[in-house]
Nanobody, 126 residues
Framework: VQLQASGGGTVEPGGSLRLSCAAS????????MGWFRQTPGTEREFVAA??????????FYADSVKGRFTISRDNSKKMLYLEMNSLRPEDTAVYYC??????????????????WGRGTLVTVSS
């Protein structure tokens, strides 16, 4: 599966952005899909994930974004989305989408993901 994230940009604190991830190749609906983020000098951090249809399409969030971010997927379009509201300066990072077929217990773990696409930069600053 090849992935391409888009939708990043610069926004003021409290603002909103919607990230998109386009997938090609593979059977999109058979993969869990996740969003991760990374800042220079740090490890890649889990943001949100949505399970494959066969696992009920459940959603998972990092505590730091719960209630502010919403992950969704459109299997017919092979698209993944991340709606980000009430953005904070600490949300500034490069955001990546990725795929996984791990057990749900591992859905937050970056090591269980593959097919990392090029990320999109989100900057939250006044």
């Amino acid at each position: 599966v090849q992935l391409q994230a888009s939708g990043g940009g610069t926004v003021e604190p409290g603002g909103s952005l919607r990230l998109s991830c386009a997938a090609s190749g593979g059977t999109f609906r058979d993969y869990h899909m996740g969003w991760f983020r990374q800042t220079p000098g740090t490890e890649r951090e889990f943001v949100a994930a949505v399970a494959r249809s066969g696992s009920g399409g459940a959603t998972f969030y990092a505590d730091s974004v719960k209630g502010r971010f919403t992950i969704s997927r459109d299997n017919s379009k092979k698209m993944l989305y991340l709606e980000m509201n009430s953005l904070r300066p600490e949300d500034t990072a490069v955001y990546y989408c990725s795929t996984s077929k791990t057990a749900l217990s591992g859905i937050r773990v970056p090591d269980y993901y593959y097919s990392w696409g090029r990320g999109t930069l989100v900057t939250v600053s006044s």
